[in-house]
């Protein structure tokens, strides 16, 4: 396959900003990234001007998109809805999120994605499962009667039904022992600590002990205090521990985003944690302006990453090249899959997100 130049009068490559370059792709690869001046000008070239050409977006928490939430609707039809919003707001990637829910649902949307793998699907990574071995004192909009601590027999259960689909787990670290921990650890899964009342102690304890990340940072856990810093001040306090945050304005004000950011760096990332409206099921999402409610319990959003971008950069205050590792880089690096994505570098997979220079209206696409 012929290569083609992406020119752009800005690239963000990961880790730094190059302007009047272009990144060479071959056969879906990035094979390199010149300066404008170093093309062969016989090379098909498409420019974007004063556009922004930067990794595409990842976003590992979504529950579902264009009236389809996955655990109501487990099949196909809802991952490509989900593929579709998640690349209209710049993700090429996505998580399919499941909160606490029947272990049937669970399998259920395990099926739909290998299903869709199958069939060549594209832009899915896994599934998420937040739930059910949460606190119920934490539980948010979660279903009380379905939360429980897990026995080891249903963690091997759901781990060998799930086995390379399903790629994160959030679990209430002080509800579940250290043998399903290290079970699920040592199955490959990323255990994320979420909807949990833990103490400071136990939820460093717990990072310590094969968590990899925080859940939504600050929602649905114990917060910080000066006697009891809880799970929020543990994750500032961690040197290690990865968080996902919801920067809509709902969910966390940007005054908290903003804080935890100068605390945890590149330890924070953006999620979408973005929902539908629906009328069946446990979780019967209805819009209230930018957000989501169930129950009169605040649910879910209604972002894109793109928005949360333009939300971190104009609300937060986090500059531009930042703003965007939070929306691709990071996530990356929670997954270990930095590697291939995240980056716009020699090596790496051709999805790339453009978007206008001031970030200043929803024109952002995929290319690849």
């Known amino acids: 396959m012929a290569a083609k130049a992406y020119i752009a009068k800005h690239i963000f490559t990961g880790e730094q900003w190059l302007h009047e370059h272009a990144a060479i792709v071959v056969d879906g690869m990035i094979t390199d990234v010149l300066p404008v001046s170093a093309l062969d000008t016989q090379m098909e070239a498409v420019n974007f001007n004063d556009h922004i050409l930067a990794p595409a977006f990842i976003d590992l928490q979504i529950y579902g998109a264009y009236e389809k939430l996955f655990s109501v609707y487990p099949d196909t039809d ?22 606490t829910n029947q272990p049937e649902v669970f399998f259920q949307c395990i099926d739909a994605i290998r299903l869709y793998w199958q069939q060549g699907g594209e832009g899915i990574l896994g599934l998420h499962a937040e739930g059910p071995w949460i606190n119920k004192v934490k539980r948010g909009a979660h279903i009380e009667s379905l939360i429980h601590s897990p026995s080891l027999q249903e963690v091997e ?119 539908t409206t629906t009328t069946e099921g446990y979780y019967q999402h209805q819009p209230e302006g930018d957000k989501y409610t169930a129950d009169n319990i605040l649910s879910g959003s209604a972002l894109t990453m793109y928005k949360a971008l333009q939300n971190l950069v104009n609300h937060v205050g986090i500059e531009t090249g930042e703003a965007l590792r939070m929306c691709s880089l990071y996530p990356a690096q929670v997954m270990q899959i930095d590697n291939q994505l995240g980056r716009i570098a020699t090596g790496y997979k051709a999805k790339m997100a453009v978007m206008p220079a001031l970030l200043n209206d929803t024109d952002v696409q995929i290319i690849s």
Do not use: W
């Open 78 to 99: 809802s991952l490509q809805s989900l593929n579709k919003y998640s690349s209209n707001g710049g993700a090429a990637f996505c998580m399919p999120t499941v909160a």
């Open 157 to 275: 259960a759901l781990i060998d039904y799930g086995k390379d689909v399903i790629k994160i787990i959030t679990l209430a670290p002080e509800v579940c022992s250290k043998e399903v921990i290290n079970l699920i650890h040592a199955s490959g899964i990323k255990i994320f600590a979420g909807h949990s009342n833990a103490t400071y102690e136990k939820a460093m304890q717990s990072f310590d002990n094969n968590i990899a990340a925080v859940t939504h940072l600050y929602n649905a856990m114990s917060p910080l205090q000066h006697r009891s810093p809880g799970l929020v001040g543990a994750a500032f306090d961690h040197r290690q521990i990865k968080a996902g945050i919801i920067a809509d304005g709902y969910h966390v004000d940007y005054a908290a985003i903003r804080i935890a950011k100068k605390i945890m760096q590149q330890r924070l990332f953006a999620i979408t944690d973005a929902v």
